[in-house]
């Protein structure tokens, strides 16, 4: 009933620049929480940022000061700007929404997750 999609990933040389979106719809009747996880071979997926509906963001420590999320609310669009690459981010990338969803039937809170972008930062 809620479909995140990605876009933006892809190839970039260390230092350069990407920026992701991801789009919400759906029976959605409110967004809490947006964010961004990555995970890379062999690895756990990791919190990269997550930003509330009232703008509140917290990001990883080893992203700071590099990456900006930012959010839509009007348009359900959650952004990452992903400044200064580095190799080590390398990895797929996940959107993450808490919606709250309301259909005729029913209402719940759930968690929901894009299909992933790969971006790899190689020179």
């Known amino acids: 009933q809620v479909q995140l999609v990605e876009s933006g990933g892809g190839l970039v040389q260390p230092g350069g620049s990407l920026r992701l979106s991801c789009a919400a719809s759906?029976?959605?009747?409110?967004?809490?929480?947006m964010g961004w996880y990555h995970q890379a071979p062999g690895k756990e997926r990791e919190l990269v940022a997550v930003?509330?509906?009232?703008?509140?963001?917290n990001y990883a420590d080893s992203v700071k000061g590099r990456f900006t999320i930012s959010r839509d609310n009007a348009k359900n669009t959650v952004f990452l700007q992903m400044n200064s690459l580095k190799p080590e981010d390398t990895a797929v990338y996940y959107c993450?929404?808490?919606?709250?969803?309301?259909?005729?039937?029913?209402?719940?809170?759930?968690?929901?997750w894009g299909q992933g972008t790969q971006v790899t930062v190689s020179s």
């Open positions: 930003i509330t509906s009232g703008g509140s963001t």
């Open positions: 993450n929404a808490e919606v709250f969803v309301r259909t005729s039937r029913t209402s719940y809170t759930s968690d929901y």
């Open positions: 759906g029976s959605i009747f409110s967004i809490n929480a």
